[in-house]
């Protein structure tokens, strides 16, 4: 089975860096993702790391260790827009034969931009 | 305009009538998916499909049933729904290949009393 932790919610002040961690245990892993989802709204895609390292684009950046199990989702010169649900996501093989493909979320870290 | 899209987007219906959410997308995507959301589960994979005429269950598959005979469809079927279906349910599709983003349909709002 898959198990994936994240905090349930976070606090940041507007122009600041804010870092949402998330931690992940499961067989078959083969990439993790970040979304971002607005309330009421579809998620969108933001990430996706496969290999060990940070991947950065514009004000938002993932970084991954396999080895831990562990992915974190940094953001920085915050703005307000930014207060949504970001959701961590871990695609594995599974399925008759392992060749399926699957992707198990997080629950959410719901972050809250303070001016 | 690149999308996926569900109907209905909002549907109050009884317990055990039989429905049929529909999903479609335009972006000639192998991979499509169902998704429901409730409060403090997050999101849950339920059913979804590599390619036209194949299927696997997600992590809660119960109650539910699909079916993808054409690329660009995959309806989600509730034959006999109870009120544990009450949910937020979502498609998506993407392409087999890197870089895997999925894209969303705007969601389906089902309430079963």
């Known amino acids: 089975g898959q198990n994936i932790d994240q905090p349930t919610e976070m606090t940041a002040t507007e122009g600041a860096i804010v870092q949402i961690n998330c931690t992940y245990q499961?067989?078959?892993?083969?990439?993790l993702f970040w979304y971002q989802q607005h309330a009421g709204e579809a998620p969108t895609f933001l990430s996706y790391n496969v290999l060990d390292g940070l991947e950065e684009k514009g004000r938002f950046s993932s970084f991954l260790s396999r080895s831990k199990g562990y992915s974190y989702l940094l953001l920085k010169e915050l703005q307000m827009k930014d207060s949504a649900s970001y959701l961590c996501a871990v695609r594995d093989l599974r399925g008759s034969g392992g060749g399926a493909d699957g992707l198990t979320f997080g629950k959410g870290t719901h972050l809250i931009i303070q001016p | 305009e690149a999308q996926v899209t569900q109907n209905p987007r909002y549907l109050i219906t009884v317990t055990g009538k039989k429905l049929t959410v529909t999903c479609s997308q335009n972006m000639n995507h192998e991979y499509m998916s169902w998704y429901r959301q409730d409060p403090g589960l997050g999101l849950r994979q339920i059913y979804y499909?590599?390619?036209?005429?194949?299927?696997d269950k997600g992590d809660v598959p119960e109650g539910y049933k699909v079916s993808r005979k054409e690329k660009r469809n995959f309806p989600l079927i509730l034959e006999s729904p109870s009120p544990n279906q009450t949910s937020l349910y979502f498609c998506?599709?993407?392409?087999?290949?890197?870089?895997?983003?999925?894209?969303f349909g705007p969601g389906t709002r089902l309430t079963v009393t």
């Open positions: 499961t067989s078959g892993f083969n990439g």
């Open positions: 499909s590599m390619n036209v005429e194949v299927t």
């Open positions: 998506a599709s993407r392409q087999k290949t890197y870089p895997y983003e999925q894209y």
